[in-house]
């Protein structure tokens, strides 16, 4: 079974918003720090946002704060990126990571132990 499966990207206009989902199968996920990366087309891999097991710590990256959210809710297994104002420069495959071993919330690629699979965001101008 797979881990990770994520869901909600798609295309919208630049300020528009889209809401992701990634939601697992295991019940021990409300242990897991959880967070979300993303590719650009011809560029890295780069970090989004994180949020700490117990929902009360979060972490941004610096081109998204004050536009995106990050929140799960642990009765369903569930971490929520909400993306506001959305821009072109947004559009990238969007991955959402776990660690499992709760080593740190300020997730680094280095630490995950599961990845989902991607969802395309693409924003238009």
């Known amino acids: 079974q797979v881990p990770l499966v994520e869901s909600g990207g798609g295309l919208v206009q630049a300020g528009g918003s889209l809401r992701l989902s990634c939601s697992a199968s295991?019940?021990?996920?409300?242990?897991?720090?959880m967070g979300w990366f993303r590719r650009a087309p011809g560029k890295e891999r780069e970090f989004v946002a994180s949020?700490?097991?117990?929902?009360?710590?979060?972490y941004y990256a610096d081109s998204v704060k004050g536009r995106f959210a990050i929140s799960r809710d642990n009765a369903v297994n569930t971490v929520y990126l909400q993306m506001n104002g959305l821009m072109p420069e947004d559009t990238a495959v969007y991955y959402c990571?776990?660690?499992?071993?709760?080593?740190?919330?300020?997730?680094?690629?280095?630490?995950?132990?599961?990845w989902g699979q991607g969802t395309q965001v693409t924003v238009s101008s």
């Open positions: 990571a776990a660690d499992i071993a709760g080593r740190r919330p300020d997730i680094t690629p280095d630490i995950v132990d599961y």
């Open positions: 295991e019940r021990t996920f409300r242990y897991w720090n």
């Open positions: 949020i700490k097991w117990s929902g009360d710590t979060t």
